[in-house]
């Protein structure tokens, strides 16, 4: 069985860029076709309307919806019209969708919650398109290195393979924090987990800066500073995760995850050696 993942996007988080494209890396997987549809960096109500029906011509068997604050009125809007139909879906969102949670359960949808993945400093005194671009490609790094892409995509290869079996499907109700670094197992160096942990730590302090920056102060000798502080933090946490995994490559310890052409995972911890299909 070949199954349908079908991608909205409502706005952006660092994980969105790469959402679709974690699941079939090396583009030879034959159990699944993956198709996404995108309002871009808007996320109202209208942008939202004209295309979160589009998904559906796909007619796909599993949803993906990311997008930052699902509580949002556009956002909120899609969480509608997605627990109105009868396709799984799975939300992925930054830390304020921990205040719907509850709420995107009652509506029958899963979720992730990517409490490590911060707000851009959204300030036109500030951002361009390369700052913009500089910001996320530093977030996707972290999320990189940290082994938290590989919980993400670990996730959804779970409902791909019990949709495959016809097995019942449990949607994911989860939050990604600190806690599953060091419970992860991805790290055979402690201080090389050390320093994931604590890239993470800072990317979840951006958010807090920049959501100050952003909404509260109103003085721009007060908020430029701040959003050009928060962006400086992520790049040293970037830094932070990529020595974290240079430790691990010293070591030749580094863990590698590829998919096979059946959509199962692969492992392998030493460079020169096969990677060995799991089961999952």
């Known amino acids: ?20 494209l974690l699941l079939d890396e090396l583009a030879d997987r034959k159990d699944l076709t993956v198709r996404t549809v995108s309002t871009g960096s ?5 942008a939202v309307e004209e295309t979160v029906e589009k998904i559906f011509e796909f007619s796909p068997d599993l949803l993906l919806f990311i ?6 009125p556009g956002p909120a809007k899609a969480r509608e019209v997605f627990s109105r139909k009868k396709v799984p879906t799975v939300i992925f969102t930054d830390g304020p969708g921990k205040r719907v949670k509850d709420e995107i359960e009652r509506q029958g949808l899963g979720y992730v919650i990517i409490m490590g993945d911060p707000l851009i400093g959204a300030r036109k005194e500030f951002l361009d398109p390369l700052e ?11 999320l990189a290195c940290t082994g938290v892409l590989r919980r993400i995509f670990r996730e959804v290869d779970k409902l791909i393979l019990a949709i495959k079996s016809g097995a019942s499907l ?17 790290f055979k160096n402690p201080y090389a987990m050390v320093k994931a942990m604590a890239a993470y ?18 003085d721009k000798k ?28 010293y070591g030749d310890t580094l863990l590698r995850t590829p998919h096979a052409k059946d959509g199962r995972l692969k492992t392998k911890d030493k460079l020169l050696f096969p990677p060995k299909t799991s089961d999952q």
């Open 1 to 20: 069985m070949i199954v349908k993942v079908g991608v909205f996007k409502c706005g952006n988080i660092g994980t969105a860029p790469i959402l679709e």
């Open 42 to 46: 808007k996320m109202d109500v209208e």
């Open 67 to 72: 997008s930052p604050n699902t509580s949002a």
């Open 132 to 142: 913009m671009a500089i910001f996320n490609a530093n977030v996707i790094k972290v």
């Open 170 to 186: 449990s949607l994911p109700k989860l939050k990604i924090d600190t806690d599953d670094i060091l419970d992860a197992g991805d």
């Open 201 to 218: 730590e800072l990317l979840k302090k951006v958010a807090e800066i920049n959501v100050r920056a952003c909404f509260i102060e109103k």
């Open 222 to 249: 007060k908020y430029v500073p701040f959003v050009a502080c928060a962006h400086e933090i992520v790049q040293k946490s970037a830094l932070l995760a990529e020595e974290a995994r240079e430790i691990e490559k």
